[in-house]
């Protein structure tokens, strides 16, 4: 039978395909921070492939009601995080200084990381942004720093935040958002299987990747 | 110098005391099940002592403007914390069934498992109406069933009832459900070291054991 060289069909066939793993994240969050800075390294040594979902927490928050993310809703939830997330980054030789003001505005970020995820810089650029992010008080709103992080990975800052204003990558980010509504996800950092298998939190990645590859 | 061999200063000397850890609990709440089946295991490799500190999370939940449950108030949460426990369970062989209704009333079995703590039987009780709890559906506002639990473990189900009725042990559990909320816990499992430090979560036990004995 005739195949078509180029078609997905034929690439399947010249190597196995790796399972995949969505990566659904809030550059506010700060959970999200402890899984962005080690999925990578840990999907490679799974043999699993990482997608980058950024999207917007804020849409689920309004969903149910909130002004705020919870923890900031609930003082003493609040509190906790800072001391567990202290723990966990001291644990882990990550750096950790809580943002101000809780939560920043992610969605320029999100947009460029958008634009990354199609180029193959998503992991490299949102590393960077959180490092920047819980190390020096960078302000996710701060279209220079997001600039000057872009110019870090090597790329023209200038063009991907013109780029970022563009009514396709909005309406992108806006859809991405939806669909992480209509996916259930209450939280981020959320990984999700091929098959749609549903892991909400740090705590759960080695589970997530030992899921995908069932 | 003279030392009374009775006193807690000549029984400090006898051997070295363990250090403690405090396992804040609910007894309607599925992720204490989780906790509560293996805590005394994980402290007893790790050399540290548990103190069984049921309460109810009702007032917090109060306290914060809620109905019920964050599991019931959210229903993404909910059916993600069904699934999530499901897993859980099944990788550590515990059987689930999702109680219904839930979430329980606990008062009950909070009241028994605090004459337990005084008495050394707090966690085989508790470990007994966790596995009926999340197996047989037993209803945790059954006192008949508590007292069958109670007599399966060797002691007088009608007499501890009986007990349970007494003032002083409502005025405890109030006091231990305001020490909670004083403590600044917020959910359950709860686990908080000798000196303050909090963890929370099924997730955190083997932290929280690891600090308890820094």
Redesign the interface.
Known sequence: MWRNPASKCYSRDMSTPKPKLDFWYEFASTYSYLSAMRIEDCAREAGVEVRWRPFLLGPFFKS?GWTSSPFVE?K??G??MI??MG?MCAARGLPFKMPEPFPQNGLYAARLALLGEDEGWAGRFTRLVYTEEFTNNMQLDDKIALGECLTAIGLDGDAYLACSEDAEIKTRLRDQTQQALAL????APTFICDGGE????D??LE?ALAWALK
């Open positions: 149910q609930q003493e939830k509190s906790y001391r567990d723990r259930g996800i209450f939280g549903k892991f909400w939190g705590d759960r589970q």
